[in-house]
């Protein structure tokens, strides 16, 4: 390797670039849209978020449900609404 050589790699980076962050499509009043793959959604079947606010208690509660049989809050919102038109029909 000559000087002229070593001055010319010396300049280049020798590692690439750290990939960019895509950037978030924002909408006004809505936040931020993430990107994602859908596998979960293809999974599930579950492909809307669906966002209330709640108690600290009723929270509490849903989390603590789920975890004692065992399944996603997601999964025990569904049997409540099953057994919600049991009750009172569609």
């Known amino acids: ?7 010319k790699l010396s300049e280049e980076a020798m590692f690439a ?3 960019r ?6 909408i006004p009043g809505l936040g931020a849209i993430r990107g994602r793959d859908g596998r979960s959604a293809r ?16 929270k509490t509660w849903m989390k603590a ?17 099953a057994a919600y038109t049991e009750k009172h029909g569609e």
Request: no cysteine; aromatic share 6%.
């Open 1 to 7: 390797m000559t000087k002229s050589n070593f001055n």
């Open 65 to 81: 449900q789920a975890k004692k049989v065992g399944k996603s809050q997601a999964a025990l919102l569904d049997d409540m609404k």
């Open 43 to 58: 999974r599930t079947g579950r492909t809307e978020q669906f966002a209330t606010v709640v108690s600290l208690e009723f």
């Open 21 to 26: 962050p895509q950037e978030a499509l924002v």
């Open 17 to 19: 670039h750290p990939p």
